[in-house]
């Protein structure tokens, strides 16, 4: 039944973006990833891996269609992710953006897609500012998003009697809307906030953002964070003895590829939400024993890998449900 959600859903979508266009079976899909940066574990080749399965998948090309996928590193950088969907748009006529994760590049990316008038599935960037002031009729915000996060991880945390926080915060849109997400959770569930903590994207030294945290005697210490800041943070807390001190690490957005890059010794008692999980049932166990037989070091797919995966297969279905494809 999702499935069928999904997929109506994004034919009306692309309906709408595509209304008076000519239709053919010629696909052009973009993987705007990050491919060397903190990201490029959860996103990454391995992303667009996922987007080529999803092809596959398909089965489309065998029935006709052309279907093309490119890819490139946006670096993490807004200004890089602009020019890439633009020159995408008019030298490489992409008729979708996918992954683009890290907020600030997705929400850059945003505006493009309305004025070339491309779809943009996001998997890849988390601020629900994607789904909401940001929000435009030629973006779908796809895997999950801060409040998401923030009602899973912060609610559970803060119900399990975990009623005061202090947050170690990326600084820049996705950290920003995290924070303030779950700070709005937690207020609403009796708890409260004593302080925060503001990083630089990509930090190798934790030291001073935690000795603030440590001295705040919150409960619980907040990973506004994701990627290698999240792993920094962790093993560096882990080093300082501050679990072992009384206080709590929430990781408000923590992977899979994260928990195996930390260990079990590191990562125990870490608690996170994840929209998918490859040991769930049969299903993902298939999928994820494929996709892992293929990947960059063989890894199981992120919820990010996994999203890319389901949001070009719906799109694909979207395209045979309209009879093809509109472009613009």
Known sequence: ????????????????????????????????????????????????????????????????????????????????????????????????????????????????????????????????????????????????????????????????????????????????????????VVKANGGKVVGSVKHPLNSSDFSSYLLQAQSSKAKIIGLANAGGDTTNAVKQAAEFGIVQGGQKLASLLLFINDVHSLGLKVANGLQMTETFYWDLNDATRGFSKRFSERSKNHVMPSMVQAGDYSAVTHYLKALVALGGNPHD
């Open 1 to 184: 039944m999702r499935s069928s959600v999904a997929t109506a859903a994004l034919a009306v979508a692309l309906a709408w973006s595509g209304a008076a266009a000519a239709q053919d079976k010629n696909v052009k899909i973009g993987v705007m990833t990050d491919m060397a940066g903190l990201y490029s574990d959860i996103s990454g080749i391995n992303s667009v891996l996922a987007v080529t399965m999803a092809v596959e998948d398909s089965g489309l090309r065998e029935k006709g269609w052309k279907i093309d996928i490119i890819s490139a590193d946006h670096q993490n950088k807004p200004d890089v992710a602009t020019s890439l969907a633009r020159q995408w748009a008019d030298v490489e006529n992409v008729d979708l953006y996918a992954d683009v994760v890290t907020s600030s590049t997705a929400l850059a990316v945003n505006p493009v897609a309305v004025e070339k008038n491309r779809v943009h599935i996001n998997s890849g960037a988390a601020s629900s500012a994607l789904s909401g002031k940001a929000c435009t009729p030629n973006t779908i915000h796809w895997t999950y998003d801060t409040y998401a996060l923030a009602n899973g991880t912060g609610k559970a945390v803060t119900k399990a009697g975990g009623d005061s926080w202090f947050f170690l915060t990326a600084d820049y849109a996705f950290g920003a809307a995290l924070e303030a997400d779950t700070t709005a």
